[in-house]
């Protein structure tokens, strides 16, 4: 099982190798780990050297931190997506949630990732928040670009619109929330080739584990609840998303 997005990076450093064991004792082999921003992206960049052959990292400048991605940031992060085990840009996009940085910081951001992303052959992580209007405009600027929309939480209209931008639909813990029917709707409607799971750790633990802080190994509840949803075996939506990892992030097209 693959556990698509985790912030490894926000846990301490000598938890880190624990929460992997516990992963693996859950069957979560593979963790995707996304950068937000100048405080982690060096950080998460050497991640999947210094911890597993299962880790993979994705860097980016997050919505929240788009007023600091200056040249010299730019040219940090060109320049660290060479390096093993990174295979993604992100996590990039919009929130206009808490507006960290204004609206024409995290446009222009986002607007200039995504072209260092195709440029690179990669694709990206994309975040969303309140934004969904523009997040789907500037999307629409730059055809054929790959990614996931993470945390998905737009519905199962919402999610005909990713599916149809060639986009995977990432399920975080939010599938099991009470009041999560905006996102189990997505997962009924996706079609499953294009669904992927995550825990968004330490954020949005699944039930019956709210209140604490999530971990990679709790992707197994998430899983759980898709299968349920889509009424199909765990063991069906397992072999699917992880063959949807592998397709979206492993195998690298050549840079444009």
Known sequence: ????HAHLSMFPKDQRRLLLDEAQEQGVSRVLVPATGREDLEEVAHLPEELDSGVFAALGFHPHQASELDSGWKAKLEKLLALPGVVAVGEIGLDYHYMNSPKEDQLKAFRWQLRLAQEAGLPVVLHHREAWGDF????????GIRGVAHSFTEGAEG???MVGMGLYVGISGMVTFPKGENVRAAVRACPQERLLVETD??????VPHRGQ??????VRVVAERVAQERQVTLAELEAQTDANFTRLFLEREKPA
């Open 201 to 206: 750790a330490p954020f949005l633990a699944p």
């Open 159 to 161: 999610a005909g619109v």
């Open 136 to 143: 789907v405009v500037v999307l629409q600027e730059h055809p």
């Open 213 to 218: 802080p999530n971990r990679p190994a709790w």
């Open 1 to 4: 099982m693959t556990d698509s």
